[in-house]
């Protein structure tokens, strides 16, 4: 209800975007638009719409597209989930065990190295690098594509589709995970560092086991809770889709779609996606509740 | 002997099959797949109902019209093979071609004409309702004649024939629903060289050939595929590797199309945009100070320097304008640069001392006065643009603040609250003054909440005539010189500043052959394009 009072606010009207694209229009013709859209309804009455279409979980109509606002929802959803999958499992991957290694020589030229590689990634724009992958590895070297999900002039089958898929997943997803890996190194390597002063870990070095299982078993269980708890949060974020990389490389995610719908003033689609990702983020909360416990036993559920 | 009456023998069928190979064997290859870019993403395929550009770049490869128009713009057949206009103008009549199906196999007939036409176009196109306005009745005295009842005479009609532009539809499938909601707005069914296949959002559409094509052996390209990339460095990348074979309508902006055309494998074209005829102006508000004063308005006409907008903004693109009416229109009569003309060298100078006759007098600090400037919200050039429009105000005195919003915001302000002072804009005088220009400059055409009509409120008795008369002249030397009577009276008054003619460059890949052959350019059916790999 919040979204849908925050977003009439903007000025102009999906209308008037309709005709502004078509680069001229009759005023009969936006007359019929704003009555098509239900513009030419009270706010109120609009609202009191909005709310009952909820309640019957049917998130509605977008007169832009043509289409069912859940349609156009699941066909993004896919690959969304594919790529923000595969980025959460490579951040979180690489940070953790870049972490490790910086913290287990803290002071070294590697611990160094390591901590400037995250800084470099963390303060790049994301734009700009995945834009220097592309120059470097499909113009420069052609061992990749340089945008969209798939060949679309070849239209490959089966199997050979999953692996055009993965060729063209590859930039993108080593774009996005720069930015979260640096930060899951940082954080893993801070709360290593942490946990290494901790008494236990006197206690087990008294006991006389190995520094390498000292540093496998209890260290790292102990260190990885917050970049669990990091990551949760992140990952609702991750799946509003990320604008940036998308329309970079032409991937057909969430966020560039709610980037659109926004200035095409499309407010079905855009309280649609919002409700989505709002119900996702829910989800994946619980779900990381329930990670706690099992690396963690004192936590109980 | 016998020998050499064999080798005669051999000569002469080599020599009869060179000589017929030429005739028998075909001039384009058939084959190949053309990529195009198209930008941004359409929202929808219905151009019944949007006109707006990237629907036309798609839809028009599914979609015929009754004609076509050579470089001339004069109008050359289509779905209908001949016509005639009476001697009054207000009956036209079309004969039809015989053999043409849509895509699911039903006939294309006169019936699809009439309704597409009274029931489609009239109701729900954007201009339709303009351009049929004096389209009454139409009759179908048998399947392949149609003929047009005018009330009075429409000139401007016999050039928005195209496809684009008024496209032909299936009668048989949008009947008896409602066409706003139709579901063929995502999956079009028409009579064109490719069919419609899948439109994957946020990557791509498919066409494949028709083999039922009307026009026996056409098309030659086996797969069209249009794909949506947001990013324009990422477009730029993707034809360098070959992805993507053709972007035009600045999909590849002006400042990358420099880069590509120094690359063998690149051809680039400005032409096939002569029936868009865009413009790059300056409107002003003429109810609110200072623009409000005719004096003010042509100080800032002089003050603009065209060449160097053109050089430095459109890196070289552009054509300077001299007024209302594109010089696209020259094949037709209709344009004139016999007209006042403000891109003169001592610009600043002029300006200067009209503005000081204006009574606007330089301050302490040398400001006569301070505006806010609108940027046009269409991306990079407009921005250069506008820094470069307060630099040039700022030589005679007039400070502008720059202002830069989203679309919507933009369009609210300049056509519904009137809520501006000078704002940078571009308009396309489109297939026909009456169509395109005049909805600029005639005082009915000042509409609240209707987007790129006469915004600035600028009009003239004089002018509202002209365009009247024009509207309805049948006789197209005495329709050319009111439209040079046109373009001098309002030059004169200045309710807007025309700075140049935008030209928008294809960039597309050597291997394809045949793709612009037309002003209608990227509109075009695309059933002679052909690739040589």
């Not at chain 1, 078993?217 to 917050?226: D, E, F, G, Q, Y």
């Amino acid at each position: 209800m919040l979204n849908f009072l925050l977003l009439r606010l903007a000025p102009g009207d999906a209308a008037s975007v309709l005709a502004g694209e078509a680069g001229s229009a009759t005023p009969e013709y936006m007359a019929q638009l704003r009555q098509r859209f239900g513009l030419d309804q009270p706010v109120l009455v609009q609202l009191a719409l909005y709310m009952k279409n909820m309640v019957a979980l049917d998130l509605g109509f977008s007169f832009r597209y043509n289409m069912p606002v859940l349609t156009l929802i699941l066909n993004r959803l896919g690959p969304t989930l594919l790529l923000m999958g595969v980025t959460l499992v490579l951040s979180v991957g690489a940070g953790v065990t870049l972490g490790i290694l910086a913290a287990s020589r803290a002071g070294s030229w590697r611990d160094t190295l390591i901590s400037i590689l995250a800084l470099v990634s963390y303060a790049t724009p994301l734009f700009w690098i995945g834009l220097m992958l592309v120059v470097v590895f499909s113009l420069k070297l052609d061992w990749l594509p340089t945008s969209g999900m798939e060949t679309v002039a070849a239209f490959h089958e089966g199997w050979s589709r999953v692996l055009d898929i993965a060729r063209h997943l590859i930039l993108p997803a080593v774009t996005l995970s720069l930015f979260y890996m640096a930060l899951y190194t940082r954080l893993m390597r801070a709360a290593m560092l942490e946990q290494a002063g901790m008494d236990y870990v006197t206690t087990a070095r008294a006991k006389g086991v190995s520094e390498g299982r000292i540093t496998l078993a209890h260290v790292v269980r102990n260190a990885v809770l917050p970049v669990v708890t990091v990551a949760g949060v992140q990952l609702g974020g991750l799946l509003g889709g990320s604008i940036v990389v998308e329309s970079v490389f032409a991937w057909p995610g969430l966020g560039f779609l709610a980037f659109q719908a926004l200035f095409a003033r499309d407010f079905n689609l855009l309280l649609g996606i919002f409700f989505l990702s709002a119900s996702l983020v829910v989800v994946v909360n619980l779900g990381v509740d329930l990670l706690y416990t099992f690396l963690d036993p004192r936590i109980q559920v | 002997m016998r020998r050499a009456r064999f080798v005669r023998v051999a000569l002469l069928a080599a020599l009869t099959g060179v000589l017929c190979l030429p005739m028998t064997a075909p001039a384009q290859k058939r084959g190949g797949t053309l990529v195009m870019l198209v930008q941004p993403e359409p929202p929808t395929l219905a151009s019944y109902i949007s006109t707006s550009g990237p629907i036309g770049q798609v839809a028009t490869k599914v979609y015929e019209g009754l004609l076509e128009y050579d470089f001339n713009l004069k109008p050359i057949p289509s779905l209908a093979e001949s016509w005639k206009v009476s001697a009054d103008g207000k009956t036209i009549t079309f004969v039809l071609q015989k053999g043409v199906r849509f895509h699911d196999g039903k006939p294309f007939t006169s019936a699809d004409v009439k309704f597409s036409v009274l029931e489609v176009l009239k109701k729900v196109h954007p201009r339709g309702a303009a351009t049929f306005r004096e389209v009454t009745e139409i009759d179908t005295p048998d399947e392949h004649t149609v003929v047009f009842k005018l009330t009075t005479p429409a000139p401007y009609l016999m050039m928005a024939l195209s496809g684009y532009e008024s496209p032909m539809l299936p009668k048989h499938l949008f009947e008896g629903s409602d066409i706003k909601t139709s579901k063929y707005a995502n999956a079009p069914v028409g009579t064109g060289p490719f069919k419609f296949v899948e439109w994957q959002r946020g990557q791509f559409m498919r066409f494949d050939r028709n083999p039922d094509y009307w026009r026996k052996g056409r098309p030659y390209l086996d797969r069209i595929v249009a794909r949506f990339i947001a990013d324009s460095a990422t477009r730029t990348a993707a034809m360098e590797k070959g992805e993507a074979h053709m972007g035009g309508f600045a999909a590849i902006p002006w400042s990358d199309v420099k880069a590509l055309a120094k690359l063998p494998q690149f051809e680039t074209t400005t032409r096939g945009y002569e029936m868009s005829s865009p413009i790059v102006q300056l409107d002003f508000n003429t109810r609110r100070p200072p623009f409000d004063n005719l004096k003010v308005r042509q100080a800032v006409a002089y003050a603009i320097n065209r060449k160097f907008v053109i050089d430095n903004v459109w890196f070289g693109w552009g054509k300077p304008a001299t007024g209302p009416i594109s010089s696209n229109f020259a094949p037709l009569g209709f344009y004139t640069n016999e007209v006042k003309s403000y891109n003169v060298p001592n610009g600043v100078e002029v300006a200067n001392k009209l503005l000081d006759e204006a009574g606007l007098k330089r301050g302490p600090d040398g400001v006569r006065a301070e505006i806010v400037h609108d940027q046009t919200p269409y991306g990079e050039e407009w921005q250069r643009y506008g820094e470069y429009v307060q630099q040039a105000l700022a030589e005679i005195g007039i400070k502008a603040t720059l202002r830069y919003e989203d679309v919507p915001t933009w369009l609210k302000r300049l056509y519904t609250d009137y809520d501006f002072q000078l704002s940078s804009n571009w308009i396309q005088g489109l297939a026909d003054p009456v169509i395109g220009v005049h909805r600029l400059y005639h005082s009915k055409q000042i509409r609240p909440g209707t987007v790129f009509v006469n915004e600035t409120g600028w009009s003239s008795p004089k002018a509202d005539e002209l365009m009247d008369q024009a509207t309805v002249e049948v006789n197209p030397r005495k329709r050319a010189a009111l439209y040079k009577e046109l373009q001098k009276i309002v030059v004169e008054g200045s309710p807007l500043v025309w700075v140049h003619e935008l030209q928008f460059v294809t960039v597309y890949n050597k291997q394809f052959k045949d793709v612009i052959v037309s002003p209608l350019g990227l509109y075009a059916s695309f059933d002679r394009a052909h690739s040589d790999k």
